[in-house]
């Protein structure tokens, strides 16, 4: 499995903006066919709670886009309206013909800012297989306190554990200490994401 993490300063609740600073750190990259393309956390609008403007980006179609351009496997985060009345945190994953394969909601909305008022929780882990030649299950920032759910997605037939991730700088040393700690207890391996940069909250120092 040939994995890109693609961390970069997130440009607020700004879609297209955000798609063009992908688009040309990939093409930079001239990243080769076959492998898995990471972005982090909400990655077209930052970690927003104003759901007004964070849905309908029509972000899925631009992963679609680049999973096909790069003829790479594309795991993009953006928000969408659920059938609550909240928005989903998502996390998308675009085969490299085009095709959404699916998506994973956000399983623990992030309590200290109050996320859960815009997001609904999800109510289960997703499985992909044969990305880029393993299993695969996406998880999104706060979902990596909980070492529950990867233990339950190992025991599902997850090979390979990804994080997504909007995770503030001031608490960096938590990031690498609990990606590290999942990755040991569960004996597989652990691609956590990060964006870099600041928004109106916080900074953010990749890793």
Same mark, same amino acid.
């Given at each position: 499995?040939? !994995?890109?993490?693609?961390? @970069?300063?997130?440009?607020?609740?700004?879609?297209?903006?955000?798609?063009?600073?992908?688009?040309?750190?990939?093409?930079?990259?001239?990243?080769?066919?076959?492998?898995?393309?990471?972005?982090?956390?909400?990655?077209? !609008?930052? @970690?927003?709670? &104003?759901?007004?403007? %964070?849905?309908?980006?029509?972000?899925?179609? /631009?992963?679609?886009?680049?999973?096909?351009?790069?003829?790479? /496997?594309?795991?993009?985060?953006?928000?969408?309206?659920?059938?609550?009345? $909240? #928005?989903?945190?998502?996390?998308?994953?675009? #085969?490299?013909?085009?095709? *959404?394969?699916?998506?994973?909601? $956000?399983?623990?909305? +992030?309590?200290?800012?109050?996320?859960?008022?815009?997001?609904?929780?999800?109510?289960?882990?997703?499985? @992909?297989?044969?990305?880029?030649? &393993?299993?695969?299950?996406?998880? *999104?920032?706060?979902?990596?306190? +909980?070492?529950?759910? +990867?233990?339950?997605?190992? @025991?599902?037939?997850?090979?390979?554990?990804?994080?997504?991730?909007?995770?503030?700088?001031?608490?960096?040393?938590?990031?690498?200490?609990?990606?590290?700690?999942?990755?040991?207890?569960?004996? %597989?391996?652990?691609?956590?994401?990060?964006?870099?940069?600041?928004?109106?909250?916080?900074?953010?120092?990749?890793?």
């Amino acid at each position: 499995m040939r !994995v890109h993490l693609v961390q @970069f300063d997130i440009a607020w609740e700004n879609p297209p903006a955000n798609w063009a600073t992908v688009e040309a750190m990939i093409d930079k990259a001239s990243i080769p066919p076959g492998g898995l393309i990471v972005l982090p956390e909400l990655g077209d !609008v930052g @970690f927003s709670m &104003a759901v007004d403007r %964070t849905t309908g980006t029509q972000s899925d179609q /631009w992963a679609a886009q680049l999973a096909q351009r790069c003829a790479c /496997w594309v795991l993009h985060g953006w928000a969408e309206m659920s059938p609550s009345g $909240k #928005a989903s945190n998502v996390a998308g994953l675009a #085969a490299p013909n085009g095709q *959404i394969m699916g998506q994973m909601t $956000k399983l623990h909305p +992030f309590s200290p800012m109050k996320e859960a008022q815009a997001y609904a929780p999800g109510a289960a882990l997703t499985l @992909f297989p044969e990305v880029a030649g &393993a299993t695969i299950c996406p998880l *999104i920032c706060y979902d990596l306190r +909980f070492p529950e759910v +990867f233990r339950a997605a190992t @025991f599902a037939g997850a090979e390979v554990l990804v994080v997504m991730a909007n995770w503030p700088a001031k608490r960096a040393a938590h990031w690498k200490a609990l990606a590290q700690a999942r990755a040991i207890e569960n004996q %597989t391996a652990v691609l956590a994401c990060n964006r870099t940069g600041a928004d109106p909250n916080a900074d953010y120092s990749g890793d």
